[in-house]
């Protein structure tokens, strides 16, 4: 009999163990935040000076004058636009901004033609830039992503008259007054990266 209850009382003290042995459970909860983003960021050539020189350079424009690389991070489809006021001399002369052309090439892995397009891919095809913003580059088949995807140089002329540019040169302009005198001109052209619905 003792023996039995030694037994019953192992037993017992081996089940309250297990009992007591039980884990305990607590949870964390989780959440993942997605937002949108959208960085426009330019990596070179910021500023671009043409320098009208030559009586070639008068006639005939200049090119290149330069090129601006840019680069456009977004997690939805996105266009670039690009303005500018016409150029001042700080006083009443200007010279009309059309004058100037931007043309786009791809330096990342979304190529034009397929997750980007733009219509101005060579000094001949230049877009001439407006006061009103234009689009320069816009969404193919798909042209979200980071960096490396969307990667470009915005390359410059002047006074060329190709494409959707000024069709007068810089010489004749200044013979009928539409540029008022030589001197140093200076203005501001902004790109504007929108996503897209």
Known sequence: ??????????????????????PDVETVAFTAVLQSVLNLNITGGAAQTATFDTPAK????????????????????????????????????????ENVGVWCAATGTHAIGTEVT???????????????????IDNGTGNGGDATDNAFNLNWI??????????????????????????????TITLTLTALP
């Open 158 to 187: 002047m006074g060329t008259m190709q494409g959707t540019m000024e069709a007068t040169s810089i010489f004749d302009q200044l013979a009928n007054g539409t540029i008022g005198a030589l001197g140093t001109y200076n203005t």
């Open 118 to 136: 733009c219509a101005n891919t060579s000094q001949a095809t230049s877009m001439g830039v407006t006061a009103a913003p234009q689009t320069l």
């Open 58 to 97: 008068y006639n005939l424009g200049i090119d290149p004058v330069g090129s601006t690389g840019v680069t456009m991070e977004s997690t939805s489809d996105w266009n670039l636009t690009i303005a500018a006021p016409d150029f001042s001399d700080g006083g009443t002369n200007i010279i009309p901004i």
């Open 1 to 22: 009999m003792k023996k039995l209850v030694l037994i019953l009382a192992a037993i017992f003290t081996m089940h309250s163990a297990k009992i007591m042995a039980q």
